[in-house]
DNA sequence: TCTATCTTTGCACACGTTTGTATTTTGCTC
DNA sequence: GAGCAAAATACAAACGTGTGCAAAGATAGA
């Protein structure tokens, strides 16, 4: 096991001050052609790599981007992890990706992190359970730039990316009324956080505009998953007036719908129509395909972090409040 | 915006010696128990947070670990990704995630950035390309714990976390045959990668013990997708000899296959018999249902944590070969 | 040869921590 | 109050790098 070689070790060897040698790895006009040469053939021998740390603790430089999600294994955020990873390795950044397994209490620690580790900047879609957003007027107050993406923290002066939950929701629970439902229900989460305010909004407007009495927004505590679909649209199906039609949150739950569905025998779209967030891997496989929400990953990706190399490269001053909103766009099929 | 407090800042004010305020945050004993909890008191009210930096480069500790997957929208590897960083998390690391897009190059640079950024140990599953593993033997060679899990380097000595791909997939090769199907094709990825190499030969060696002719190992070069499946398939069957059953070593190839074999009116499992690796999230609700191979993810990230971890605490040493081996099962549906 | 300019290198300090050692202060005993 | 041990604090150096400034060396013009 060897040592890493230090700018000061190529210095001793080559007989030259370690400053001499720190401009030459950067290029510096100011040294002479051989020493530099001589310094990177050496370097290159001995496979020197800078310490970051000391670079960043000398506070001239740093690449480093932080991430923090709510889940790495849904198929909304770990494409965006995947695309954002990507844009930022191609621009030279590296990024650290967190998860906050939906806990304030988690998001909060991992804000301290990212403080401790100097990070150059952070992208955050917020967990469910935040309700207090000052953590993040911390970031701010250090000064270290800061996007909101999907999940974001209203109070907060910062650019943030959002999507057009109200318009879609809204268009979507318009389309299930002109197709013939009439009781439609609404599985989503706490209004606590933007998304799912603005989703149950579109909706329930939606429901005033037509006259429509059945308003059924079901918000749940628990994540989102198959076995809690199941468990939901058995509940509504008990109810003494059951829904025609439901626009759900989010697949895992969608999922968990059609197989109650289908073990109760109801029938998709003749007894409930259906529209979900978000898509599957296998969802042309699907019987009856879905209806579904589809949202712009790849545009919120790019856009966040465009917005927050601007802030790096001080384009975009630190505490700026920008919104910048992407369109969701509605994929017809059969399930309604 | 405020800049930062330092220690420095609170010795200053509180007019005592930096060094006693560092041991004071430490909750050192010899430090007077006033002067800590003024000390403590001040930090808390002006939001200290170590710089992680500084103490990195005194080379005191380090809490980061760097994770190398080839893709993080994958479920399988988004489901470790996700285990791995809970697990990280709650024993007060800090996980880097970085994408290789199954790329030599990206790979390499990664492994340099990590040297570079001073992580404490690293987590790799290989890309398809690699086919050179000296960039984990300069990792080695700077005292880097390093573990594999899955796509391991046969030839780093380090410890490795493999899943018996060899037995498994002879398993259901055999079951197959036993199931009367005789012309099986296997739709796999380069055999430089150990994963995929033992899968062809359990698959070939199963082959011969029935004394089958029909093999059909099919390497694809590109990107796992369903695209590709679709093709695949309709490559296989416009061969003079069509195969009845394919064991498929992604589900997007098999969600392909799916398709495919639906528009072309080929019958799953009365036309075609059909094992794949991986699980949907929806695989409950594709019919038929398929028979597939679970790998364990969280076996495997739980294993290969500690692995890590016992390396980064010397309790294993570097450079030392371990090699555990976990089983995947195989969920018998209704495609064969 | 002297001075002026330009090129190249060296020096020293700073970034924020930690830690071994030296120094001061406190508390105790006689 | 002297003496001494124990407790508390201060000092200084180190980690690896980058940079303003000084110094030395080279070149050139007169």
């Known amino acids: 096991m060897k040592k890493r070689i230090t700018i000061k070790d190529i210095a001793k060897e080559l007989n030259v001050h370690h400053s001499t040698v720190s401009r030459a790895l950067r290029n510096d006009p100011r040294v002479n052609e051989v020493t530099r040469d001589a310094v990177l053939a050496y370097a290159r021998e001995h496979e020197y790599q800078t310490n970051m740390n000391a670079v960043q603790l000398r506070g001239t430089s740093n690449n480093a981007i932080a991430l923090i999600v709510p889940n790495i294994n849904h198929s909304f955020f770990s494409d965006i992890v995947s695309k954002l990873t990507n844009l930022a390795y191609s621009k030279g950044y590296v990024i650290s990706v967190f998860q906050t397994n939906e806990k304030y209490q988690q998001e909060k620690e991992i804000v301290n992190t990212i403080i401790r580790h100097n990070f150059a900047g952070v992208i955050v879609s917020i967990a469910k359970d935040t309700v207090n957003s000052d953590h993040f007027g911390v970031l701010s107050k250090f000064g270290i730039p800061l996007v909101f993406f999907d999940r974001i923290c209203e109070d907060v002066p910062t650019p943030k990316v959002k999507i057009n939950n109200y318009e ?39 429901l005033k505009k037509y006259g429509l009495e059945y308003q059924q927004p079901i918000m749940v505590q628990d994540d989102f998953s198959i076995e809690l679909g199941k468990k939901l649209l058995s509940g509504l199906w008990n109810m003494p007036v059951k829904p025609d039609a439901i626009i759900s949150s989010s697949v895992h739950m969608t999922v968990g719908i059609m197989l109650e569905a289908r073990k109760s025998g109801i029938r998709i779209p003749e007894d409930l129509g259906l529209i979900t967030f978000g898509s599957l891997l296998s969802s042309e496989i699907i019987e009856p395909q879905v209806t579904c929400i589809e949202q712009p990953e790849a545009e919120i990706a790019e856009i966040s972090f465009d917005l927050l190399e601007k802030m790096i490269s001080h384009e975009i001053e630190i505490g700026k409040s920008i919104e910048k909103t992407v369109e969701a766009e509605i994929i017809f099929k059969k399930s309604c």
């Open 168 to 206: 879609i929701t809204a268009k979507a629970t318009e389309y299930l009324i002109k197709k013939g439902y009439r009781n439609i229900a609404h599985l989503t989460a706490t209004t606590s956080i933007n998304v799912f305010r603005d989703r149950e909004n579109g909706y329930l407007d939606m």
